[in-house]
C-alpha cells in the first residue's frame, strides 16, 4: 500500500531533505507553500491543497500548472489547510504518512499539528512528524520495538494523555518498571538505548514518542 508525504508551509529551514524520502514515498501532497517546497525539491506534486495565501499569484500558477490535483480553499475555513490535507490523506487509505513543515513556526499551529496524529492512530495508520531535529510518533497501549537510530540518538516520552499506567522501558540507559508518568513529569525525557533496538510498553493512556538529536 502507498506511503503519503505531507509537506505544510512552516519554516523551510526546519523541513529536512525531502529527497531522501524519495523512496519511502509514493505520492507527495502539499500544503500551500508546502506545494511549493516540494516542486523545489525536484519531487513529484500528485495534490495541492490550501488557500494559497503564503505564495505570489505568479507561485501558485507554478503549483496548479504542476500538480495532479489542485484544490484552492477560501482564506476564512473551519479547518487548516493540513486538516484539509490530512483528511485527503485518509480517504486514501494508506498505511504510513510523513508529515514535514508542521513545526517550527507558530507555536499555536505546531501544538494543534502535533494532535493531528491522533487522526492517523485512530485509523491504525503509521504517522511521522519528521523535521531538521526530531521525528515525533503518537502511541496507543500496547508493546513496541525501537531501533537505534544514529542520526537521532535522544528518545523521549511524554504522556499525551494526562497519564500513562504500566509504563516499562527495556534495553535503555535509563529503564522503568511499571511506572505511571503524568503531564508535566520530565522522568521520561532524552534517554537512549544501550542495545540496537529496546521496547517499551504501556497499559493505559496515549504516549508520544519524540527522537531527536541536537542542532
Known sequence: MHTIGIVGSGPEQHIPDLLSF???VD???GVDRGALTIIESGLPLHDAVGDFDSVTKQEMVQIQQVASNFD???REKD???LEI???KALFMQTKRVYLF???GGRLDHE???VQQLLSFAKHEIKAYIVDDQNVIQLFYPGTYTINHDIQYPYISFIPFSQEVKGFTLKDFYYPLENETITWGSTLCLSNELVSKRGTFLFREGILLVIKSRDS
Open 22 to 24: 524519495k523512496s519511502k
Open 72 to 74: 484552492k480553499y477560501l
Open 85 to 87: 490535507a490530512i483528511n
Open 27 to 29: 505520492i507527495w501532497i
Open 101 to 103: 513543515g508542521i513545526t
Open 79 to 81: 479547518q487548516t489547510d
Open 111 to 113: 501544538f494543534i499539528n
